[in-house]
């Protein structure tokens, strides 16, 4: 009964977005012939029309450019579920990319050490977020 009720609710799922996609690809070609429509006839009175409709189009190819991202997201997150040498070598990647291996300190000297470096971030943050002024 569950199983049944969620490949349903999948099922339609799919369906809406399926729907709703195809919507949002109508819109971007109507806005487009709009566009077309309206820069030809190159009418003054129409230059607002024309700023709507290129405003309205930006939207409608952001939503789009949205759904891609997200679902190229889910790809990589399928394919990174398994333990896979995509997924590994990934996640390799971001852990050395986000990885500080020293700072900076205020007189211009490269720090490694972890305490000096949390000395480091918490006498900035603490200079960044104290107020000159107290009241």
């Given amino acids: 009964m ?4 969620i490949h ?3 099922n339609l799922l799919n369906t809406w977005n399926i729907k709703k996609r195809e919507a949002y690809r109508k819109e971007i070609v109507n806005r487009r012939k709009k566009l077309n429509l ?4 190159g009418i003054p009175s129409s230059w607002k029309d024309i700023r709507s409709i290129e405003e309205k189009l930006d939207e409608a190819l952001i939503v789009e450019e949205r759904y891609w991202c ?5 790809e990589w997150m399928n394919s990174g579920d398994r333990n896979s ?5 990934k ?3 971001r852990k050395v990319r986000n990885r ?15 305490q000096e470096m949390e000395r480091i971030i918490s006498a900035y943050y603490s200079k960044l977020f104290t107020s000159i002024n107290p009241r």
């Fill in 85 to 89: 040498v995509f997924f590994y070598a």
């Fill in 2 to 5: 569950v199983l049944g009720n």
């Fill in 100 to 114: 500080m291996s020293g700072l900076f300190d205020e007189i211009g000297r490269w720090i490694e050490s972890k």
């Fill in 70 to 74: 997200q679902r190229a997201k889910v």
């Fill in 91 to 93: 996640a390799s990647t």
């Fill in 38 to 41: 309206s820069t030809i006839a």
């Fill in 8 to 10: 349903m609710c999948g």
